[in-house]
């Protein structure tokens, strides 16, 4: 029997509403398996919790007697509440207590490692997703231009994207979100010094924004500062591909049926650079990923209360000491540093198996297209 018999006898024997097992096919539902639940459960983990009045999931302390890292399992809560004003002296505080199930175990706080996780696979997940996109309209905004116009302006564009390339990207992260900080402080102090000068006055919406939702400043902070210095190598790839385009003869017959440039960029030339586009974009997701983590882990990403996988993976890296002498073996907390790690990990292999796909899927050269 031939090859071309071989294959054809294997794809009548599959059904056709099931599709073939590849890496594409498995990264993408390890991925959905992972940031669904992150995303889906974003109204449950910023809520109230149940027997709290105090605040939200991710910054609810649980175990206020007695604070602790405790292993996945049933785990009892206690909680103490609050006399009134008008209590009398000698009245004691009522403690009551109440038992959970913890699949991944409490941290230092007593707070649920698995609601932290949620939170902050959504956090991690949407600042790289945005970060991505931010970075693949810059790129190819800069690249396309550049790639079009030529001459001077072309070398002058791309003489800017080396600079930028030559700067250490940690550097240059830590400008911006300086930066940002910087400008955010000055406005609240504006607007604390009109107050004192005018108790009616009342700030615009966008400064009442960022006085009321620091950590959501913070969040945008993290993807401009990502965002920004991530399109370089979109903008090359780009501009090479605009280059080889703009010499074929459909453009040349656009340009003699009178389109301009922009016309000529929106209709011609961006659909033949969907492929790159769409390659390069979700590679890119899980290297903003990376970085938004390794960010948060060195201190300068996500800040408490609100967690990511990089931010619970620096808490956890604590425990390590613990396995360099052997009285202390038994005290190392190893929920903390491995769930994070794991979901990190099997996120990034899955966007990588998604991306591998994807390059398969539009790069004419490949072999494995059409197989």
Known sequence: MSTADADASTTTDRPFWVPRLTAGWFGTALFLLIALPCFLSLYWTLGTPPNSDTGQWYNDLRLEESAQEQPWGSVTYTRTEQLPDDAPEDAEPEVTTYTGFEPMGTDQEGRSLFVRCLLGGAISLGVGICAALMAVFIGVTWGAMAGYIGGRTDSF???????????PYLLLVVLLSVAVSGIVDRLNTVVAKNKADDPNYEPSIFL?????NPLIVNLLTLVIAIGGVSWLTMARVIRGQVLSLRTLPFIEAARAQGMGPWRIMRVHLLPNLVGPIVVYTTLAVPQAILQESFLSFLGIGVTEPLPSWGQLASVGIKELPALAL????????????VFPCVLLGLTLLSLNFMGDAMRERFDPRSKQRGA
């Open 208 to 212: 009442s924004l960022l006085q009321e």
């Open 157 to 167: 564009m791309m003489r800017v994207v080396d600079v930028l390339y030559g700067l």
């Open 326 to 337: 052997p009285e202390l073996s038994e005290q190392f907390k190893w929920w903390l540093l």
